[in-house]
Protein backbone atom coordinates (compact mmCIF):
# COMPACT_ATOMS: atom_id res chain seq x y z
CA UNK A 1 0.00 0.00 0.00
CA UNK A 2 1.37 3.63 -0.46
CA UNK A 3 3.01 4.99 2.48
CA UNK A 4 1.93 8.79 3.08
CA UNK A 5 4.16 11.25 5.38
CA UNK A 6 3.21 15.09 6.17
CA UNK A 7 5.63 17.52 7.80
CA UNK A 8 5.06 19.38 10.03
CA UNK A 9 4.04 16.81 12.58
CA UNK A 10 2.47 20.27 14.56
CA UNK A 11 2.67 24.06 13.98
CA UNK A 12 1.94 27.21 16.09
CA UNK A 13 1.13 30.46 14.21
CA UNK A 14 -0.14 34.02 14.67
CA UNK A 15 -3.77 34.90 13.38
CA UNK A 16 -3.22 36.33 9.74
CA UNK A 17 0.14 34.13 9.11
CA UNK A 18 0.83 32.27 6.06
CA UNK A 19 0.82 28.31 6.97
CA UNK A 20 2.02 25.78 4.71
CA UNK A 21 1.57 21.69 5.30
CA UNK A 22 3.21 19.24 2.84
CA UNK A 23 2.46 15.96 2.11
CA UNK A 24 4.47 13.14 0.45
CA UNK A 25 3.77 10.08 -0.98
CA UNK A 26 6.00 6.92 -1.40
CA UNK A 27 4.96 6.69 -5.21
CA UNK A 28 3.02 8.68 -7.79
CA UNK A 29 -0.50 8.73 -7.07
CA UNK A 30 -1.21 11.84 -9.85
CA UNK A 31 -3.49 14.11 -7.98
CA UNK A 32 -5.22 12.08 -6.18
CA UNK A 33 -5.03 13.84 -3.53
CA UNK A 34 -7.42 14.88 -0.39
CA UNK A 35 -6.83 17.40 2.46
CA UNK A 36 -9.22 17.26 5.46
CA UNK A 37 -9.41 19.32 8.72
CA UNK A 38 -10.46 17.69 11.83
CA UNK A 39 -11.47 19.57 15.07
CA UNK A 40 -11.43 17.28 18.40
CA UNK A 41 -14.35 15.15 18.54
CA UNK A 42 -15.61 15.78 15.19
CA UNK A 43 -15.39 13.68 12.36
CA UNK A 44 -13.32 14.97 9.29
CA UNK A 45 -14.20 17.35 6.99
CA UNK A 46 -12.90 17.64 3.39
CA UNK A 47 -11.01 20.23 2.56
CA UNK A 48 -9.60 20.12 -0.98
CA UNK A 49 -10.35 17.19 -3.34
CA UNK A 50 -7.99 15.93 -6.25
CA UNK A 51 -5.36 17.99 -4.80
CA UNK A 52 -6.65 21.39 -5.65
CA UNK A 53 -10.34 21.64 -6.03
CA UNK A 54 -11.79 23.13 -2.81
CA UNK A 55 -14.85 21.61 -1.75
CA UNK A 56 -18.29 23.24 -1.37
CA UNK A 57 -18.81 25.83 1.75
CA UNK A 58 -14.68 25.72 2.46
CA UNK A 59 -13.30 29.19 2.86
CA UNK A 60 -10.82 30.36 -0.16
CA UNK A 61 -7.80 30.76 2.13
CA UNK A 62 -7.24 27.59 1.93
CA UNK A 63 -5.60 26.42 -1.52
CA UNK A 64 -3.94 22.68 -2.73
CA UNK A 65 -1.36 22.09 -5.13
CA UNK A 66 0.82 19.44 -6.44
CA UNK A 67 0.87 16.50 -8.18
CA UNK A 68 2.64 13.16 -8.17
CA UNK A 69 4.34 12.54 -5.33
CA UNK A 70 4.41 16.13 -3.58
CA UNK A 71 1.32 17.73 -2.29
CA UNK A 72 0.82 21.44 0.06
CA UNK A 73 -1.89 22.72 1.50
CA UNK A 74 -2.18 26.36 2.39
CA UNK A 75 -3.64 28.35 4.96
CA UNK A 76 -3.07 31.95 3.23
CA UNK A 77 -3.98 33.92 6.47
CA UNK A 78 -4.41 31.84 9.43
CA UNK A 79 -8.09 31.84 11.36
CA UNK A 80 -8.82 30.86 15.04
CA UNK A 81 -11.29 28.58 13.83
CA UNK A 82 -8.58 27.19 11.34
CA UNK A 83 -7.13 25.11 14.65
CA UNK A 84 -7.14 21.63 14.33
CA UNK A 85 -5.60 18.68 12.61
CA UNK A 86 -5.45 18.34 9.10
CA UNK A 87 -4.76 15.16 7.11
CA UNK A 88 -4.25 14.53 3.57
CA UNK A 89 -5.31 11.16 2.68
CA UNK A 90 -4.63 8.98 -1.40
CA UNK A 91 -7.07 7.15 -3.23
CA UNK A 92 -4.89 6.99 -6.82
CA UNK A 93 -4.43 2.77 -4.82
CA UNK A 94 -7.34 1.24 -2.97
CA UNK A 95 -7.75 0.65 -0.68
CA UNK A 96 -7.09 4.70 0.08
CA UNK A 97 -4.09 5.80 2.68
CA UNK A 98 -3.97 8.83 5.03
CA UNK A 99 -1.05 10.89 6.27
CA UNK A 100 -0.17 10.84 9.92
CA UNK A 101 -1.66 14.35 10.37
CA UNK A 102 -0.72 17.77 11.23
CA UNK A 103 -1.82 19.91 14.23
CA UNK A 104 -1.90 23.40 13.94
CA UNK A 105 -2.88 25.65 16.86
CA UNK A 106 -2.56 29.68 17.00
CA UNK A 107 0.25 31.35 18.79
CA UNK B 1 -29.75 15.67 2.53
CA UNK B 2 -26.93 12.68 2.55
CA UNK B 3 -26.25 11.15 5.70
CA UNK B 4 -24.74 8.97 7.27
CA UNK B 5 -25.80 7.54 10.90
CA UNK B 6 -23.85 5.60 12.84
CA UNK B 7 -25.09 3.27 15.95
CA UNK B 8 -24.68 3.71 19.47
CA UNK B 9 -21.43 3.85 21.96
CA UNK B 10 -20.51 0.13 23.14
CA UNK B 11 -18.90 -1.06 26.29
CA UNK B 12 -17.50 -4.55 25.42
CA UNK B 13 -14.66 -7.56 27.47
CA UNK B 14 -12.14 -8.98 25.66
CA UNK B 15 -13.20 -11.81 23.45
CA UNK B 16 -16.66 -10.56 22.88
CA UNK B 17 -17.68 -10.11 19.44
CA UNK B 18 -19.38 -7.16 17.78
CA UNK B 19 -20.99 -5.66 14.76
CA UNK B 20 -21.30 -1.42 14.27
CA UNK B 21 -23.68 -0.47 11.74
CA UNK B 22 -23.30 2.51 9.46
CA UNK B 23 -26.84 3.64 7.67
CA UNK B 24 -27.01 5.85 4.60
CA UNK B 25 -29.65 7.95 3.64
CA UNK B 26 -30.26 10.93 1.17
CA UNK B 27 -28.40 9.07 -2.37
CA UNK B 28 -28.11 5.99 -4.12
CA UNK B 29 -26.66 4.08 -1.30
CA UNK B 30 -25.43 0.90 -3.69
CA UNK B 31 -23.67 2.75 -6.31
CA UNK B 32 -21.51 4.70 -4.04
CA UNK B 33 -18.11 3.50 -1.75
CA UNK B 34 -18.33 3.28 1.95
CA UNK B 35 -15.15 3.79 4.24
CA UNK B 36 -14.38 2.39 7.36
CA UNK B 37 -11.67 4.54 9.41
CA UNK B 38 -10.33 4.27 12.85
CA UNK B 39 -9.47 6.78 15.48
CA UNK B 40 -7.30 5.60 18.79
CA UNK B 41 -7.30 8.03 21.66
CA UNK B 42 -5.37 10.51 21.11
CA UNK B 43 -3.71 9.38 17.32
CA UNK B 44 -5.00 9.78 13.36
CA UNK B 45 -6.80 8.61 11.25
CA UNK B 46 -6.63 4.38 9.75
CA UNK B 47 -8.41 3.58 7.23
CA UNK B 48 -9.61 0.12 7.25
CA UNK B 49 -11.51 -1.00 4.61
CA UNK B 50 -13.79 -0.01 1.99
CA UNK B 51 -17.30 -1.78 0.14
CA UNK B 52 -19.12 -0.99 -2.75
CA UNK B 53 -22.45 -2.24 -1.12
CA UNK B 54 -23.42 -2.70 -5.28
CA UNK B 55 -21.32 -6.08 -5.13
CA UNK B 56 -20.24 -5.74 -1.94
CA UNK B 57 -16.14 -5.73 -3.44
CA UNK B 58 -14.13 -4.95 -0.50
CA UNK B 59 -10.68 -3.81 -0.37
CA UNK B 60 -9.08 -4.09 3.33
CA UNK B 61 -5.79 -2.19 4.51
CA UNK B 62 -3.31 -4.82 5.08
CA UNK B 63 -3.22 -4.05 8.60
CA UNK B 64 -7.00 -4.81 9.16
CA UNK B 65 -7.08 -7.69 7.09
CA UNK B 66 -8.60 -10.87 9.01
CA UNK B 67 -8.79 -8.47 12.03
CA UNK B 68 -12.57 -7.19 11.37
CA UNK B 69 -15.05 -8.22 8.37
CA UNK B 70 -16.87 -5.28 6.63
CA UNK B 71 -20.35 -6.17 5.13
CA UNK B 72 -23.37 -3.97 3.54
CA UNK B 73 -27.17 -5.00 3.00
CA UNK B 74 -28.12 -2.44 0.12
CA UNK B 75 -31.84 -3.50 0.84
CA UNK B 76 -31.26 -1.65 4.35
CA UNK B 77 -29.06 0.94 3.03
CA UNK B 78 -26.74 -0.29 5.53
CA UNK B 79 -23.09 -1.04 5.94
CA UNK B 80 -21.38 -3.28 9.27
CA UNK B 81 -17.90 -3.39 10.67
CA UNK B 82 -17.69 -6.55 13.24
CA UNK B 83 -14.93 -8.46 15.10
CA UNK B 84 -15.41 -11.88 16.14
CA UNK B 85 -13.48 -11.65 19.38
CA UNK B 86 -12.67 -7.80 20.50
CA UNK B 87 -9.26 -7.16 22.18
CA UNK B 88 -8.31 -3.39 24.11
CA UNK B 89 -6.48 -2.42 21.33
CA UNK B 90 -9.74 -2.27 19.50
CA UNK B 91 -10.78 0.83 21.57
CA UNK B 92 -11.18 3.58 19.58
CA UNK B 93 -13.86 5.74 17.71
CA UNK B 94 -14.90 4.50 14.40
CA UNK B 95 -16.07 6.35 11.37
CA UNK B 96 -18.11 5.50 8.61
CA UNK B 97 -17.67 7.65 5.19
CA UNK B 98 -18.30 7.98 1.72
CA UNK B 99 -17.25 9.90 -1.22
CA UNK B 100 -18.40 12.94 -3.19
CA UNK B 101 -19.95 11.69 -6.45
CA UNK B 102 -17.93 10.93 -9.39
CA UNK B 103 -15.39 10.15 -7.15
CA UNK B 104 -14.11 6.92 -5.61
CA UNK B 105 -12.05 8.17 -2.31
CA UNK B 106 -13.12 12.45 -2.08
CA UNK B 107 -14.91 11.52 1.37
CA UNK B 108 -16.89 14.40 2.07
CA UNK B 109 -20.50 12.58 4.18
CA UNK B 110 -19.08 10.96 7.57
CA UNK B 111 -20.41 9.42 10.10
CA UNK B 112 -20.91 10.70 13.64
CA UNK B 113 -18.61 8.45 14.90
CA UNK B 114 -19.10 5.21 16.87
CA UNK B 115 -17.18 4.54 20.09
CA UNK B 116 -15.77 1.14 21.09
CA UNK B 117 -14.27 0.82 24.16
CA UNK B 118 -13.08 -2.76 25.14
CA UNK B 119 -12.46 -3.28 29.21
CA UNK B 120 -11.84 -6.48 31.57
Known amino acids: DIQMTQSPSSLSASVGDRVTITCQASQDIRDFLNWYQQKPGKAPKLLIYVASNLQTGVPSRFTGSGSGTDFTLTISSLQPEDVGTYYC?????????FGPGTKVDIK | EVQLVQSGAEVKKPGESLKISCKGS????????IAWVRQMPGKGLELMGIIYPGDSATRYSPSFQGQVTISADKSITTAFLQWSSLQASDTAMYFC?????????????WGQGTMVTVSS
Open chain 2, 97 to 109: ATPLPGTSGAFDV
Open chain 2, 26 to 33: GYTFHTSW
Open chain 1, 89 to 97: QQYDVSPPT
